[in-house]
């Protein structure tokens, strides 16, 4: 069982930066890749970001590329998602989630292959 809990949204000007950070629990956190979803109003969660157990691989999706890094800190249990140069269109309740299978393998962006989630946070971008 692992437990995720999201903190740090709130509401920025476009053009600013937020820093997102996922407090995890209940398992050893470097056994573990982690990532960031969206969900905007009206539409289906996204896939944001992705980091491997040692922290030495990521990936983003297109969207978010160059303005979004993914990071994690194994000694505090966290994954961060630092958001600089925001746009409107980044407003949503972001999640993270872990993905528990026990082996080291490429990085998904697959909703359905994350094992757990934690509840989200809102951001929210003005223009």
């Known amino acids: 069982q692992v437990r995720l809990v999201e903190s740090g949204g709130g509401l920025v000007q476009a053009g600013g930066s937020l820093r997102l950070s996922c407090a995890a629990s209940g398992r050893t956190f470097s056994s573990y890749d982690m990532g960031w979803f969206r969900q905007a109003p009206g539409k289906e969660r996204q896939f944001v970001a992705a980091?491997?157990?040692?922290?030495?691989?990521?990936y983003y999706a297109d969207s978010v590329k160059g303005r979004f890094t993914i990071s994690r800190d194994n000694a505090e249990n966290t994954v961060y998602l630092q958001m600089n140069s925001l746009k409107s269109e980044d407003t949503a309740v972001y999640y993270c989630?872990?993905?528990?299978?026990?082996?080291?393998?490429?990085?998904?962006?697959?909703?359905?292959?994350?094992?757990?989630w934690g509840q989200g946070t809102q951001v929210t971008v003005s223009s």
């Open positions: 989630a872990a993905d528990l299978r026990p082996y080291d393998g490429p990085l998904t962006t697959m909703q359905g292959k994350y094992d757990y």
């Open positions: 980091i491997s157990r040692s922290g030495g691989n990521t």
